[in-house]
């Protein structure tokens, strides 16, 4: 690991407004670089910049390139930043010859801490690739993580194979979108390549996939949107659910169950949710809300985003 100091004055080149999560990216060999130093300041009140590199990395498909990845980290001074005075705030994506083949920085402020991992892929029909794991403190619950696909197009360059994905969960799976969220294997005639990843509604966990683009995208193009299946499938224990219920057992709830995700319709029933109803969550629509598909006691049906805690779930926050 390597140590570097600047004088106060260096912190203009990144302190911005904010934890933006934005980049300025430069791609291609790039030699050096330089940096204007306004008048040196006391060094105890200095910034200190650290690297670290990592790797060796393989990224392509029949002919691979050897890559390492380095991180730069700087530290401020406690007079600047007592509660978090270390964060990551560039990485660069060189050969063993030192050529830059990507490099993107960051700001730091001393409001947040954002620190970045990278670890090794392989998409069958894609190639070799990079993970590039970001975190950011302080965060929401289950929040604050998110990942990126870096790999090696037609011209030799490191591009972004995804945009930014925000999910503390990371599953490469190939689907037919015409078929829905079931996977299907990656040679199989109209496989694609996505992300899986999770997010919270606020009820429950749900699962949202995200396009591989083998020819890359934007940093922040609208593919970082996840793919618009009809319906997304959820994750949520029927165990806790009904453990849940059994603390407001004397409510004995009645929901409305819709045939259809539509508040509107008037084809739907009530239906009483036990302590000891069989619940099966089969997957959820958004429609000014998630609303929620399930098997309750044998009756299937749709149930509106303000009934959800019903069932054992908790309220949206």
Not at 49 to 68: A, C, H, W
Not at 144 to 156: I, P, T
Not at 291 to 303: A, N, P, R, S, T
């Amino acid at each position: 690991m390597k140590t570097f100091r600047f004088s106060l004055s260096f912190l203009l080149i990144f302190a911005l407004h904010g934890c933006s999560q934005k980049t300025e990216q430069n791609t291609g060999s790039l030699k050096s670089s330089q940096a204007t130093l306004l008048p040196k300041h006391n060094l105890n009140d200095s910034i200190t910049f650290t690297s670290q590199t990592k790797g060796p990395f393989l990224i392509g498909n029949d002919e691979p390139v050897r890559v390492y990845v380095t991180i730069i980290r700087v530290h401020f001074p406690e007079s600047m930043a007592h509660n978090m005075p270390e964060s990551d705030v560039s990485y660069e994506i060189s050969d063993s010859l030192g050529t830059i083949f990507l490099r993107r920085n960051f700001p730091a402020t001393g409001e947040c801490e954002m620190s970045f991992d990278f670890t090794q892929e392989d998409i069958p029909t894609i190639g070799k690739v990079l993970n590039c794991t970001r975190e950011v403190l302080p965060s929401a619950p289950q929040s604050g993580v998110d990942s990126q696909l870096l790999g090696l197009d037609d011209l030799g360059q490191i591009v972004s194979l995804t945009g930014v994905i925000s999910s503390e969960t990371f599953k490469i799976v190939y689907l037919n979108p015409s078929q829905g969220t079931t996977p299907t294997d990656p040679f199989k005639a109209f496989s694609e390549p996505f992300v899986e990843g999770e997010f919270w509604t606020g009820n429950f966990t749900a699962v949202n996939y995200y396009y591989i683009n083998p020819t890359g995208v934007p940093y922040d193009a609208a593919e970082t949107l996840p793919y618009g299946f009809e319906k997304t499938p959820v994750r949520i224990d029927p165990d806790q659910a009904q453990n849940d219920r059994a603390l407001n057992k004397d409510q004995a709830p009645t929901i409305f169950l819709f045939t259809k995700p539509d508040r509107n319709s008037k084809d739907f029933k009530k239906v009483l949710v036990k302590v000891k109803s069989s619940i099966q969550f089969l997957d959820a629509v958004y429609g000014s809300g998630w609303w929620l598909h399930i098997i309750i006691d044998d009756q299937e049906g749709y149930v509106q985003p303000d009934e959800l805690n019903k069932l054992g779930l908790p309220d949206a926050g």
